[in-house]
């Protein structure tokens, strides 16, 4: 059973920058396209960032510059700097694994809040 578990959120000021980590258990890495996603109140989630096990980016346009999305596939670990955070960007962020091939195999945190506000 595949478990992820973000941490790093919190209230930061805009302008500021937050760091949120994915620790996965399970092999997940090599087969699986990892994420971060976020639901702002009364808004549907929406993808904020995607990496493959190649690593191969896609970034909402939004954040472009801003945030950068990496991984360790040595320590099954996922990671989403986030710099020159704005209001707008407050929500709950989640942590996705979604496998390569068979993309109806996919997985969930139980997500950080980041809260953008002066």
């Known amino acids: 059973q595949v478990q992820l578990v973000e941490s790093g959120g919190g209230l930061v000021q805009p302008g500021g920058s937050l760091r949120l980590s994915c620790a996965a258990s399970g092999s997940v890495f090599r087969t699986h396209t990892m994420g971060w996603y976020r639901q702002a109140p009364g808004k549907q989630r929406e993808l904020v960032a995607t990496?493959?096990?190649?690593?191969?980016?896609v970034y909402l346009a939004s954040v472009k510059g801003r945030f950068t999305i990496s991984r360790d596939n040595a320590k099954n670990a996922l990671y989403l700097q986030m710099n020159s955070l704005k209001p707008e960007d407050t929500a709950v962020y989640y942590c996705n694994a979604r496998h390569s091939v068979r993309s109806e195999i996919n997985y969930w945190g139980q997500g950080t809040q980041v809260t953008v506000s002066s």
């Open positions: 990496i493959t096990s190649g690593g191969s980016r």
